[in-house]
């Protein structure tokens, strides 16, 4: 039995949009018995080659938003994204909300904050959020009561958000057949992860997963739902039996020969920032490209 505080009789709307560039799904999740809604992960497009930012998929999801009159209540980030750049900030400005990210947060912005060699103008204390969200914490999206799990792993701030009978996942897991995120990037843990996803496979066996990204293994159309149960018996990475050290020796075999995210740079830089674009000293947008550190 799961030691959080589900309500499967919540049944929230959701509305997914995917970005085929970096193979990120981002939702819109409504309150079924009012107009008020959050956004889970949002995506601001980059030309990284041209250094050109643009907002066609911000836009799709402020358009759908307000065609059908609703009211944004949070933007949530499950959690310091290395392989898409957020447009959190950009939202907020248009819509209004809060935006919510896990506390560890502070994690990841001393770590990268020495990498990007950031200056004090980079505060490293999650000011940039609105709410910082420790483990168990809850919120309201409406009438629906919402709460946060704390799954490090993959990141030190990765978090699960629960919503009625809906959990938004992040990269703490993926589709069965996609198994179970890295967990050598700073602050990754291979135990650390699998740990998580336990927390995760505690949820009702019918409680709907959304995850955060889905690549169509063996060509396959994409998919970003599946349920606990369907987790629980055939992830490839963690179901099937397969036991923590199993787990452990996988994550620490597969990560080594895995390439670098496209995007990890600016990526980083602006998602700990909760999607502010860094500025050089007089003012100017300017990402950076730290050398030979990652």
Same mark, same amino acid.
């Given at each position: ?5 589900? !309500?499967?009789?919540?049944?929230? $709307?959701?509305?997914? #949009? ?12 409504? *309150? ?26 911000? *836009?799709?999801? &402020?358009?759908?938003?307000?065609? !059908? ?5 949070? &933007? ?16 907020? $400005?248009?819509?209004?909300?809060? &935006?919510?990210?896990? /506390?560890?947060?502070?994690? %990841? ?10 200056? @004090? ?7 940039? #959020?609105?709410?910082? #969200?420790? *483990? ?25 958000? %629960? ?13 069965? @057949? ?16 699998? +740990?998580?996803?336990?927390? %995760?496979?505690?949820?009702? +066996?019918?409680?709907?997963? #959304? ?6 293994? *063996?060509? =396959? ?6 349920? %606990?149960? $369907? $987790?629980? =018996? @055939? !992830? ?16 620490? /075999? =597969? ?20 999607? +502010?674009?860094? +500025? ?11 050398? !030979?550190?990652?």
């Amino acid at each position: 039995m799961s030691q959080y505080p589900v !309500n499967m009789t919540v049944k929230p $709307e959701v509305k997914a #949009f995917f970005d085929q560039d970096t193979f990120t799904i981002s939702y819109i999740v409504k *309150d079924p018995a009012s107009k008020a809604c959050a956004v889970i992960d949002p995506v601001l497009d980059i030309d990284y080659a041209a250094g050109r930012l643009t907002y066609d998929s911000a *836009d799709a999801i &402020i358009g759908y938003i307000q065609d !059908n009159g609703l009211s944004l209540e949070w &933007i949530i980030e499950t959690h310091v994204h290395a392989d898409h750049l957020t447009s959190a900030a950009y939202i907020k $400005e248009k819509l209004g909300g809060k &935006i919510g990210i896990g /506390e560890k947060v502070l994690i %990841v912005q001393k770590t990268f904050g020495e990498i990007y060699n950031e200056d @004090d103008r980079f505060k490293r204390d999650g000011s940039q #959020f609105d709410r910082l #969200f420790k *483990d168990g914490d809850t919120y309201d999206i409406g009438s629906m009561h919402c709460f946060a799990i704390h799954t490090p792993g993959h990141t030190p701030a990765c978090m699960v958000h %629960v919503i009625g009978n809906a959990a938004f996942v992040g990269d703490t897991l993926f589709m069965p @057949d996609g198994g179970s995120a890295r967990a050598d990037f700073p602050g990754g843990d291979a135990a650390t992860l699998y +740990e998580s996803i336990q927390k %995760v496979l505690t949820l009702p +066996e019918d409680m709907r997963l #959304f995850m955060c990204h889905d690549y169509g293994p *063996d060509g =396959r159309p994409y998919e970003w739902e599946t349920t %606990v149960g $369907e $987790e629980m =018996r @055939d !992830n490839i990475h963690f179901g099937l039996g397969k036991t923590k050290a199993d787990f452990i020796k996988l994550r620490n /075999e =597969r990560d080594p020969t895995l390439g670098m995210p496209r995007l990890i740079l600016p990526s980083l830089q602006v998602n700990m920032r909760a999607g +502010e674009i860094p +500025e050089d000293h007089d003012g100017k947008l300017m990402l950076k490209v730290p050398v !030979n550190i990652l």
